[in-house]
C-alpha cells in the first residue's frame, strides 16, 4: 500500500464517526455464534468456495514439506462448512485434521459431507474465545493451526483468550498460518454509516462481525501476547478491475505465519506477562 492509498483511505474511514448504539455491540458481539449459525441456515453449504489456494500461500500444506511429513496433526479454527478441510485433506493423505467452529449447524453440514471420516477428521463446535481446545485435542500436540478468515469474527478483546487457547495446544515448534482482512480492505471503506462499532470493527447486515486487522495489531496479539516468533507478517494487495466502469479498487488482506518457539515455557512466561 503506497500513501496515497493509506491516506485516501484514511480520509474515507475519519468521516464516520458514528457508532453504533452500546446496547447493540453489546448484542452483536454476545450473539456472534448464533449469528453465523443463521448464516449457516440461509445459505447451506453454497457460499463460500473451496480454498483450493492456500498450498500456494503456505507451503506448509504442501505435500513433501516438513510439516507434511510423519501423520502431521492440523486445526483449522473456524472451518465453517469445510471449505478449508476438503482440500487438505485430499491432497495430504497422511494428515489428521481437527475442525472446529462456533456455529453448531456449519460443524453438522462438515460431519454430513461424504468426504467425513474420523480416522481422518474430528469436527467439534467450539467458541475459542471460552471453550478450551484442550478439552477436544491433546496439549502440545497440534503442527500446524490454520487460522484463516476467522479471528476477524471476533471482537478485538476477545482475541487475545482465542490465541492464548490455541497456544495450549500448539506443539513447540508448531506453526500458526494466519490470513485475514487487513485494514483499508475495500470491504471496510464501503461500510455505511451505522456499522461501525468501534475502529477497525464493523457489523454486517446479517449481524456477523468484520474486524480489519493491521500487521501491528498481528504482532501485539502473537509475538507481545503469544511469545511466538514472527516468520512473516506483512499485507496482500489485490487490484479489482472493472473496465466496464472504468474503477479500480483494492482488495487488502493480512497474511502471516508465527511459530511456537521450540521451548515452551517461552510461551507461557509471554502469556502471563502481558495483557491486551
Same mark, same amino acid.
Given at each position: ?15 464516520d464517526n458514528s457508532l453504533v448504539p452500546e ?7 454476545? $450473539? ?6 443463521k448464516f449457516y441456515h440461509r445459505n447451506s ?11 500456494? $500461500? ?20 473456524? @472451518? ?45 463446535? @467450539? ?24 479471528? #476477524?469474527?471476533?471482537?478485538? $478483546? ?90 479500480? #479498487? ?27
Open positions: 500500500m503506497d500513501d496515497a492509498f493509506i491516506a485516501d483511505a484514511q480520509q474515507i474511514l475519519s468521516a446496547f447493540w455491540q453489546k448484542k452483536y458481539k454476545d $450473539e456472534a455464534g448464533r449469528n453465523w449459525d453449504t453454497n457460499f463460500f468456495k473451496d480454498r483450493n489456494w492456500t498450498d500456494r $500461500e503456505f507451503e506448509e500444506l504442501r505435500p513433501g514439506h516438513a510439516f507434511s511429513e510423519q501423520n502431521p496433526v492440523l486445526l483449522e479454527i473456524g @472451518c465453517g462448512v469445510g471449505n478449508f478441510v476438503w482440500p487438505i485433506l485430499k491432497r495430504n493423505p497422511d494428515i489428521f485434521v481437527y475442525a472446529c467452529d462456533f456455529s453448531t449447524r456449519a460443524v453438522g453440514f462438515v460431519k454430513a459431507n461424504e468426504s467425513y471420516s474420523e480416522d481422518r477428521c474430528c469436527a467439534f463446535v @467450539c467458541d475459542i474465545t471460552i471453550d478450551r481446545l484442550a478439552d477436544t485435542i491433546p496439549p502440545h500436540s497440534v503442527d500446524i493451526v490454520s487460522a484463516i478468515f476467522v479471528l #476477524s469474527a471476533l471482537p478485538p $478483546e476477545k482475541q487475545a483468550d482465542a490465541v492464548s487457547n490455541i497456544l495450549e495446544i500448539l506443539k513447540p515448534g508448531g506453526r500458526i498460518l494466519f490470513r485475514d482482512y487487513g485494514i483499508y480492505d475495500l470491504a471496510q471503506l464501503r461500510f455505511k454509516s451505522g456499522h461501525k462499532l468501534e475502529n477497525n470493527l464493523y457489523v454486517r447486515q446479517d449481524g456477523t462481525l468484520s474486524y480489519y486487522f493491521s500487521t501491528e495489531r498481528l504482532r501485539e496479539l502473537f509475538v507481545q501476547h503469544g511469545g511466538l516468533l514472527e516468520l512473516g507478517n506483512d499485507y496482500v494487495v489485490r487490484r479489482l478491475v472493472n473496465a466496464k466502469r472504468e474503477i479500480d #479498487s483494492d482488495r487488502v488482506f493480512t497474511q502471516a505465519k508465527f511459530q511456537a518457539p521450540i521451548d515452551s515455557t517461552a510461551i507461557e512466561n509471554a502469556m502471563t506477562n502481558t495483557t491486551l
